[in-house]
């Protein structure tokens, strides 16, 4: 391997370990808004076109035609953006389809004797297509197929994956369980000669509706299936999100991720890292969420989504 090939795996190697740790890891990303507000848990959320990317068993909980896409800037000109359709088709069950894709930006190529070659790009997508149904009463399955093409300087890597989820109601507006397992897949084509795992998540969670309450709370457990020190240290990953309806039409949201706020923290100080609010507001026909999510010292970020409802 070259000297130019060696600049483009160290420029590879930061900007993927700067915003995920993997080539693949890009999945891992917080999708919409509504998500993101939560703390990133998703796994027992209901009639939500985006649970596509995190438990594909919640499309069977749609209730009708659902469209959602975002746009979302991160603090070092990642750009990422994602587009999910959700529809019922009578006798067979619910279909969903998203679309992911991250762009890295720009970065300048430079040969041999440093000479200036010039710029590359580097970028991912993913390709998700979902089926949801109900098994029983309560009981509800589903499982997604994916297509994944990451790609650096005309270098290109592709992997296939599936992901399979459940939902248990135990009580119907009380207490819903849920658990997805994603990435289930190999690579097609590496980059070069490097073989990588995809980015395996095992996770589980479970919503509670409080009696009197007009709140949804939700916790949630990732990444179950890396191994750690000990068995209590599998639980470290945990979200919190809170989900208040303020009016028919208004959702306030709240959310705390334990692992990012374990990751962010500089010295002795983690600041507000972990922590997300955000708003939601619902029409008979359109979506708009808002999220905040702080990374602490690093700086905070601002989604928005927009979605269709027909």
Do not use: C
């Amino acid at each position: 391997m070259n000297k130019t090939l060696i600049v483009i795996w160290f420029s590879l190697f930061f900007v993927v370990q700067t915003y995920a740790g993997g080539t693949y890891d890009f999945l891992r990303q917080d999708v919409s808004a509504r998500a993101a507000a939560l703390g990133g848990n998703f796994v027992s959320v209901s009639n939500d076109p985006n649970t596509i990317f995190y438990n594909p068993a919640g499309l069977a909980t749609l209730q009708n035609n659902k469209l959602s896409f975002g746009y979302f800037k991160h603090l070092i000109d990642i750009n990422t953006g994602h587009a999910s359709y959700a529809t019922s088709i009578h006798n067979f069950g619910n279909v969903g389809l998203g679309l992911l894709y991250t762009n890295y930006g720009e970065f300048q190529m430079t040969g041999e004797e440093g000479q200036d070659l010039g710029t590359f790009n580097a970028g991912d997508f993913a390709a998700v297509l979902g089926y949801g149904s109900e098994l029983e009463n309560g009981l509800q399955y589903g499982v997604n197929s994916k297509f994944i093409f990451s790609s650096i300087a005309g270098y290109q890597s592709t992997a296939v994956a599936v992901d399979l989820g459940v939902r248990y109601v135990i009580s119907p507006e009380s207490f819903i369980l849920g658990a997805s397992v994603l990435n289930i897949g190999t690579q097609l084509d590496p980059y070069i000669n490097t073989r990588e795992n995809l980015p395996l998540n095992v996770q589980v969670g479970a919503t509670i509706y409080p009696e009197h309450i007009p709140a949804a709370i939700s916790v949630g457990f990732s990444k179950l299936n890396e191994q750690q020190d000990n068995i209590l240290d599998r639980f470290k990953s945990f979200v919190v999100g809170v989900e208040f309806t303020a009016s028919e039409n208004v959702a306030l949201r709240f959310g705390y991720n334990n692992e990012k706020r374990r990751e962010l923290k500089l010295g002795t100080s983690s600041g507000l890292a972990g922590f997300s609010v955000g708003a939601g507001f619902q029409s008979d026909l359109y979506m708009i969420d808002y999220a905040f999510n702080s990374l602490g010292k690093v700086g905070s970020l601002h989604r928005v989504s927009l979605g269709l409802s027909f």
